[in-house]
């Protein structure tokens, strides 16, 4: 009953943090420079990590495709495997993954600690609203950062799967035929769609991280204890949302 | 720094110097409970604009949780809290009575500059340029002999020069009502002296109503016009700071005037027989 409650308080404070931030658009051009701060941050903390991992994971599903399709003598089509599974799927879901537990996280903590050291409290009597200075430029830099992510993570894990096709000895295809397969199965709809789910997934971490650090209460104990909940309800988040969407959707 | 004082009633700001009506404060039967601890228990006093009114109490008596009712931080359970004669809890509040409270930790934003600290209010509020703001900041930083920490973070100030920027950041609001909790406590006698006398200073020279939280006698007795004194939530007494020097209350001469008794029972406990 308690969890219930607790599930549904978060909800309805998600979404009149929403709401509030939303209604201050307005003021986004004048906060430019929370803006690129905010864009720079997410780039800089997930660009090298989601590169690394979105090459790893397109060569792995061409390693295993390869073993599976060689079986039917179907290996010529890996690209289009791969392709259309980073564009629509893994692609977006990844990065998702890696933002909430870099970024996510680092919001988070330090929201949680502004709320515990009482910095929001003082923003509050300066009459200066957190969801307009704290959550606001932080949800707009995600919604630019995102396709930009998730389109390098795409691009990256395209190209890990042309490598382990070329060098892989029971694969063996060429680079140019492996693209020429992934261009033909790959549609541009297929990539808009993921970049879609990618938006959704961000700017849904980034407001849950928010509103769980405003919400902090108590002790510096508690600033671990919102971490913590923040990755793991943006985790949930993420894997719940794209089920319903990849249903939406196709 | 101007010398002559405003005149009774006026707060003249400290930038402008232009004299604007000063605000007084009222709370009215205030209980406030949390869960099922209540922390504040029908309490009743104002605050008379221009006025310095200090607020003393033991640690838990829920000084700080009254103040937050003033600047409408927290939400009475019942009872009202007026400032300027409009109600605490409204945001209209905040917006037309420039309220700034002092918190006891400072409250600064560690990610920002000392600097930063100061420009934020009239950059958020777009009260002037950059020029003006600059001015405004240096200002408030000289009022406060805070010259050359401006580019400093606040993690890397002493306590008594965090107390000090937290009250420029505040003077740069151009306060009507200036809160102030704990301004001296964890500090040493000499820094709170000159705390003590910056808020009995910023109160004559810019006749700004100041509520002071603290349980600092020295300061009660030199600088208020009027003491609180809290216990356990309930306001048990109400005058002149004179009357502080010889309470007839036993609780309230004990919490002014402790007595290190080594016979007292408490230390009972503490005794150890080999
Ligand atoms: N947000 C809160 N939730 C629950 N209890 C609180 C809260 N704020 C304060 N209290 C309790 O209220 C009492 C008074 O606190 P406070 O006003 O901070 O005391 P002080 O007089 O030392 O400033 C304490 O027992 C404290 O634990
Ligand atoms: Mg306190």
């Known amino acids: 009953m308690k969890q219930l409650n607790n599930i549904l308080e978060g909800f309805g404070s998600t979404w009149l943090l929403l709401v509030r931030s939303l209604s201050y658009t307005a003021t986004l051009p004048r906060q430019f420079g929370r803006f690129v701060e905010q864009c720079y941050l997410i780039g800089y903390t997930t660009l090298p990590i989601v590169a690394i991992l979105s090459f790893f994971i397109g060569s792995v599903l061409a390693l295993q495709a390869g073993r599976s399709m060689q079986d039917f003598g179907t290996q010529q089509f890996i690209g289009s495997l791969v392709g259309l599974s980073m564009a629509r799927e893994l692609g977006p879901v990844m990065v998702a993954i890696l933002l ?26 300066m009459n200066i609203p957190p969801a307009r200075m704290l959550v606001l430029p932080r949800l707009a830099a995600v919604l630019v950062m995102m396709p930009v992510l998730t389109i390098i993570g795409d691009l990256v894990g395209w190209f890990g799967g042309a490598i382990v096709a070329k060098y892989t000895k029971i694969i063996s295809i060429e680079p140019e035929s492996y693209f020429a397969v992934l261009r033909h199965y790959t549609h541009f709809n297929d990539v ?30 508690e600033i671990g204890a919102s971490v913590t909940r923040a990755v793991v309800v943006s985790l949930i988040l993420i894997l719940v949302l794209d089920y319903f969407v990849t249903q939406v959707l196709t | 720094m101007p010398s002559s ?12 110097q232009v004299e604007t009506a000063a605000v007084g ?52 359970t019942s009872g009202r809290v007026t400032v300027d004669g409009k109600d605490a809890s409204s945001e209209a509040t905040r917006e037309q009575v420039r309220m700034a409270l002092v918190f006891q930790s400072g409250a600064l934003f560690n ?57 420029a950041r505040a003077l740069v609001m151009e306060p009507q009502l200036m809160l102030y909790d704990e301004p001296t406590s964890e500090l040493d006698p000499v820094t709170s002296a000159t705390i003590s006398e910056i808020i009995a200073t910023l109160k004559q020279e810019y006749h700004v109503t100041t509520i002071v ?62």
Do not use: W
């Not at chain 1, 909430?100 to 009597?125: F, H, P």
């Not at chain 2, 104002?46 to 103040?67: A, Y």
């Not at chain 2, 036993?250 to 408490?266: G, M, N, S, T, V």
């Open chain 1, 100 to 125: 909430a537990g870099r970024v996510g996280s680092a919001i988070a903590a330090e929201l949680a600690s502004m709320k515990v050291y009482q910095e929001v409290d003082a923003l509050e009597t």
């Open chain 1, 192 to 221: 808009i769609n993921g970049l879609m789910k990618a938006e959704l997934f961000g700017f849904v971490v980034v407001l849950v991280c928010c509103n769980i650090g405003l919400n902090t209460r108590g002790g510096p104990r």
């Open chain 2, 5 to 16: 004082p405003s005149p009774a009633g006026a707060t003249r700001n400290p930038f402008t």
């Open chain 2, 25 to 76: 404060v009222s709370v009215e039967h205030l209980s406030k409970n949390f869960g099922s601890l209540q922390v504040l228990k029908d309490v009743t006093f104002s605050v008379e604009p221009g006025e310095i009114f200090v607020l003393m109490g033991p640690s838990g008596s829920g000084k700080s949780v009254l103040l937050k009712h003033i600047v409408g931080l927290e939400l009475p």
């Open chain 2, 111 to 167: 990610s920002l500059s000392v600097y930063d600290n100061l420009a934020l209010y009239p950059r958020e509020h777009q009260i002037t340029d950059e020029a003006g703001i600059r001015e405004k900041v240096m200002h408030a930083l000289k009022i406060l002999s805070l010259d050359g920490v401006d580019q400093k973070s606040p993690s890397d100030l002493s306590g008594g020069m965090k107390k000090r920027v937290a009250i």
């Open chain 2, 213 to 274: 939280v603290s349980h600092d006698r020295e300061l009660a007795l030199n600088i208020s016009d009027r003491v609180g004194i809290l216990m356990d939530g309930a306001l048990i007494s109400l005058g002149p700071p004179s009357d502080l020097k010889a309470p007839t209350d036993p609780h309230i001469a004990e919490f002014l005037y402790p007595k290190i008794d080594l016979q007292h029972p408490r230390f009972k406990n503490l005794e150890t027989t080999p």
